[in-house]
Each structure stands twice: as structure tokens, then as C-alpha cells.
């Protein structure tokens, strides 16, 4: 019943933005550290960003400064807004939440970043 939903993801030219959004159900979602991770096709998981539960942000470092994680609890939403995107980019995203003990992923929506 617990539910993350991503949407967004899609063909972009490098140097564009695209915005990845990630709609949660059947957790209490302000409890939640949220997270974007991505995985390209032969290479590990990695995080991206993390937004705590109360607004605090880390990213990892090639990302600093061209991604922001952002939420809205209200609509049980978290926001990835990716902008000078690079060919390395490219990757399935994945919507994480946790929260003490539990763990829950999306099923991941893929960003292409090519000419």
C-alpha cells in the first residue's frame, strides 16, 4: 500500500532541465527523509540528494550547484529539479523514503541526456 511514484523523466539536450517529481502515499510523508537516487546500465546505485524531514539538503558532489531536491509536505510531493544536465546524467531516478527502520523505493523514471 505504500506507493512512490515518480514522473518526469524524459529526452534532453545537455545544458537543459528537466524537473522529476515524486508523488507518496500510505506513509505519514512529513516523518520521511526523501531521496533521489539514480543508476545507469552497468554502473551502482548512487544517491543524488537527500531532503531530511525538516528541509535539510545534501547532494552529491557532481550535482551541487545544477540540482535542487525540494518537498512539499502538504501534497506529499518531493521535486528534483535538474538543470545543466550533462551526458552523465543519464540514469533510471529513483524515489527513495525512510524513516527509522523503513525503507521504500519508486519504480524509477529514466532521464536521457543526449544530443
Known amino acids: 500500500q505504500v506507493q512512490l511514484a515518480e514522473s518526469g523523466g524524459g529526452l534532453v539536450q545537455p545544458g537543459g532541465s528537466l524537473r522529476l517529481s515524486c508523488a507518496a502515499s500510505?506513509?505519514?510523508?512529513?516523518?520521511?527523509?526523501m531521496g533521489w537516487y539514480r543508476q545507469a546500465p552497468g554502473k551502482q546505485r548512487e544517491l543524488v540528494a537527500v531532503?531530511?524531514?525538516?528541509?535539510?539538503?545534501n547532494y552529491v558532489d557532481s550535482v551541487k550547484g545544477r540540482f535542487t531536491i525540494s518537498r512539499d509536505n502538504a501534497e506529499k510531493l518531493v521535486y528534483l529539479q535538474m538543470n545543466s544536465l550533462k551526458a552523465e546524467d543519464t540514469a533510471v531516478y529513483y524515489c527513495?523514503?525512510?524513516?527509522?527502520?523503513?525503507?521504500?523505493w519508486g519504480k524509477g523514471t529514466l532521464v536521457t541526456v543526449s544530443l
Open positions: 527513495n523514503a525512510q524513516f527509522g527502520g523503513m525503507n521504500y
Open positions: 531532503i531530511t524531514s525538516g528541509g535539510r539538503t
Open positions: 500510505g506513509i505519514t510523508f512529513s516523518y520521511y527523509v
